[in-house]
């Protein structure tokens, strides 16, 4: 099992910034991923970003050049720097590792509780 637990959520003004952290613990596998996805209400849930354990990372088209993703693999963490943070981005953000067994199509998938965004003036 991994828990995740995740902070750093709040309220921020339209072109704000926020930074997001998870700490991960438990049976976590060499080869894995960390990200983070998000759910606005009424809507279902999507990957926000993801980083590999080496560097590869992955970005929705929608936060691309504002959001920044990165990991320490030594203490297991994954942050999330959300810049020029716009109102559209107000969701639920959640924390997520992939333990691959087959890399990238099987996996045990682990999510955390949930932090709340809002963008609002």
């Known amino acids: 099992q991994v828990q995740l637990v995740e902070s750093g959520g709040g309220l921020v003004q339209p072109g704000g910034s926020l930074r997001l952290s998870c700490a991960a613990s438990?049976?976590?596998?060499?080869?894995?991923?960390m990200g983070w996805y998000r759910q606005a209400p009424g809507k279902q849930r999507e990957l926000v970003a993801e980083i590999s354990n080496g560097v590869t990372t992955t970005y929705a088209d929608s936060v691309k050049g504002r959001f920044a993703i990165s990991r320490d693999n030594a203490k297991n963490t994954v942050d999330l720097q959300m810049n020029t943070l716009k109102p559209e981005d107000t969701a639920v953000y959640y924390c997520?590792?992939?333990?691959?067994?087959?890399?990238?199509?099987?996996?045990?998938?682990?999510w955390g509780q949930g932090t709340q965004v809002t963008v609002s003036s």
């Open positions: 438990g049976r976590i596998f060499n080869n894995n991923g």
């Open positions: 997520n590792v992939k333990n691959y067994i087959v890399f990238p199509t099987a996996f045990y998938n682990y």
